[in-house]
């Protein structure tokens, strides 16, 4: 089964350009997640989708990052424009849908891309 | 909000038997998750726990207490692989079916040899 994947690995951009990072989830997976995750923390949501819908994006900085997910299956996450502080590994994760109270909601994680900006 | 305590950094030779622990001000929570992450690497899920007690995967155990509100990982027989970063997560309900993770800081292992 392939895994969630996650392009591109690497982005280096100056302050106040753009950038886009695409994630394609485990297929049948319904729920898809977004995550930044500066260096020595923990990753911390930005944007959760299920299907095409959003589910809960409270967390994301919609004055410079935006996120869709058409036709339910691949997303892109994008920030526009970039600040210094929006350096970290971004990543994406996938999940199944389960009936509540189910033992585990396991997410697969993808490899992340790792931004740098300048 | 939610907020997951842990140690930054935990030390240990190998074939020890390390615990990490996870500390949470959080209710109204489905279970208490460990993931493990080498650097450079995807965050990859170790285990769960819905009830409170132990768990046990293989050389890893973890434990949950709601009333303390506290729970740990457990490594036993420690590897030089294990060197990696370990994370305690909380799920949390969204509306509907939706379910969400709040992560820790992260504890860095380092295994020596």
């Known amino acids: 089964e392939a895994g969630v994947a996650q392009s591109p690995r690497y982005k280096i951009i100056e302050k106040r350009q753009s950038v886009a990072f695409w994630c394609n989830p485990i297929?049948?997976?319904?729920?898809l997640y977004w995550y930044q995750q500066i260096l020595g923390q923990g990753p911390k949501l930005l944007i959760q989708?299920?299907?095409?819908?959003?589910?809960?994006d409270s967390q994301l900085p919609k004055d410079r990052f935006s996120a869709e997910r058409l036709k339910g299956v691949d997303s892109t996450l994008k920030i526009q424009p970039a600040k210094l502080e929006d350096s970290a590994v971004y990543l994406c994760?996938?999940?199944?849908?389960?009936?509540?109270?189910?033992?585990?909601?396991?997410?697969?994680f993808g490899p992340g891309t790792r931004l740098t900006v300048l | 909000g939610q907020s997951l305590e842990q140690p930054s950094e935990v030390t240990a030779v190998e074939g020890a038997i390390v615990q990490i622990n996870c500390t949470y001000q959080t209710s109204g929570f489905y279970g208490l998750s460990w993931y493990q992450q080498h650097d450079g690497g995807a965050p990859t899920f170790l285990s769960y726990n819905a009830l409170d007690g132990l768990e046990e995967t293989g050389r890893f155990s973890s434990f949950l207490s709601r009333s303390d509100s506290y729970g740990y990982l457990l490594l036993q027989e420690l590897q030089m692989k294990d060197s990696a970063s370990y994370f305690c997560a909380v799920t949390l309900p969204l509306r509907g079916s939706a379910r969400q993770l709040t992560f820790g800081s992260g504890t860095q292992l380092t295994v020596l040899p």
């Open positions: 297929s049948g997976h319904a729920t």
């Open positions: 994760a996938s999940s199944l849908v389960l009936p509540s109270g189910s033992r585990a909601d396991t997410q697969y």
């Open positions: 989708f299920q299907n095409n819908g959003v589910v809960d």
